[in-house]
């Protein structure tokens, strides 16, 4: 246990605290309040739910037709056979005439999905889809 009263900062496991309570380990609690930041790691259990997020970029295809993929793993993994319910977003990035993709998630299991979609916008352009998803599901 690390108390810096210089800072105001407690550090359990963690001999120099980068924020008010620092904790190198897990945390049990009957009851979570307030603002925490995750974002690093992509995920989040709370109690039996594994809430996992990322995002990421496919240089596409050229042409005016096109199907494009992106495979994704989960930065944790959900219970084997409950795979997690996928919302994933895509958008043309540079180089795109306008509406230009629709995004599918496809072969959805407990360790990651396919991002499958399609391209028709009559351009000629080269697309470079940016992809974005968050996935809700059961992990233990």
């Known amino acids: 246990l690390t108390v810096d009263p210089s800072t105001a900062r407690v550090g359990i496991g963690q001999p120099t605290p980068q924020a008010t309570l620092d904790v190198n380990g897990s945390i049990k609690a009957t009851d979570l309040r307030g603002a925490f930041d995750q974002s690093a790691t992509g995920f ?6 594994l809430i996992c997020w ?3 970029t496919n240089d596409g295809f050229s042409g005016t037709y096109g199907t494009y993929k992106k495979s994704f793993t989960f930065p944790a993994a959900y219970k084997v056979g409950t795979g997690p319910v996928v919302t994933v977003n895509s958008e043309a990035g540079w180089g795109s005439w306008g509406d230009a993709v629709v995004t599918n998630a496809v072969s959805i299991s407990n360790t990651g999905f396919d991002a499958v979609g399609w391209k028709h916008d009559g351009s000629a352009a080269h697309v470079n889809v940016l992809y974005s998803y968050i996935a809700i599901g059961v992990w233990q």
């Not at 989040?44 to 739910?49: F, R």
């Open 44 to 49: 989040l259990k709370l109690g039996n739910t």
């Open 54 to 56: 990322g995002n990421a």
